[in-house]
């Protein structure tokens, strides 16, 4: 009796060593960081600018990461986690939120720290993703819906 569970646990003590766990790269010292290629340096610097001078007038920071593939994670959850990992918008007053772009996955989020889910709530985000960002990607015009995206992120 006792040994039909000793085989499940061991084989679940393998599989929690063996498997990888989620990783994130480094934190960066700017706003947008695009691990695709998929933007001009000239794009980057752009939305950069932009993001830098909403942080500097407001202090809520947004971020867009552009990345090839989630790797089986679930978008939402990559996100929140990449937020956190980074510390987007800062412990002190969680107003950070993330544009996340999951090119090789075609999928899309933006998640919100707690101090800015009042002006930004779920809804709102997923009629900016719906509306702004999706349209554009559709047409292969990344950097337009990124554009568009913050834009409406911000107003």
Same mark, same amino acid.
């Given at each position: 009796?006792?040994?039909?569970?000793? /085989?499940?646990?061991?084989?679940?003590?393998? *599989?929690? *060593?063996?498997?990888?766990?989620?990783? /994130?790269? =480094?934190?960066?010292?700017? *706003? %947008?960081? #695009?691990?695709?290629?998929?933007?001009?340096? @000239?794009?980057?610097?752009?939305? =950069?600018?932009?993001?830098? &001078? /909403? @942080? #500097?007038?407001?202090?809520?920071? %947004?971020?867009?990461?552009?990345?090839?593939?989630?790797?089986?994670?679930? %978008? !939402? #959850?990559?996100?929140?986690?990449? &937020?956190?990992?980074? +510390?987007?918008? +800062? &412990?002190?007053?969680?107003?950070?939120?993330?544009?996340?772009?999951?090119? +090789? @996955?075609?999928?899309?989020?933006?998640? $919100?720290?707690?101090?800015?889910?009042? &002006? *930004?709530?779920? !809804?709102? $985000?997923?009629?900016?993703? $719906?509306?702004?960002?999706?349209?554009?990607?559709? =047409?292969?015009?990344? /950097?337009?819906?990124?554009?568009? +995206?913050? #834009?409406?992120?911000?107003?």
């Amino acid at each position: 009796m006792k040994f039909k569970y000793i /085989f499940p646990t061991i084989i679940l003590v393998f *599989l929690s *060593l063996v498997l990888p766990a989620q990783t /994130f790269p =480094e934190k960066p010292n700017r *706003l %947008v960081n #695009d691990y695709t290629q998929t933007l001009s340096p @000239d794009q980057i610097n752009q939305l =950069e600018q932009k993001l830098v &001078a /909403f @942080d #500097d007038s407001t202090s809520t920071q %947004v971020a867009v990461v552009l990345i090839k593939s989630l790797e089986g994670y679930d %978008v !939402a #959850d990559y996100a929140v986690r990449l &937020a956190e990992s980074w +510390g987007i918008g +800062g &412990a002190k007053n969680n107003n950070g939120v993330l544009l996340l772009v999951s090119l +090789g @996955d075609r999928k899309v989020t933006i998640q $919100t720290g707690y101090g800015v889910e009042g &002006a *930004l709530p779920d !809804a709102i $985000t997923k009629r900016i993703i $719906t509306n702004e960002i999706t349209p554009n990607f559709k =047409e292969g015009n990344y /950097f337009g819906g990124l554009v568009t +995206g913050t #834009d409406a992120i911000i107003a």
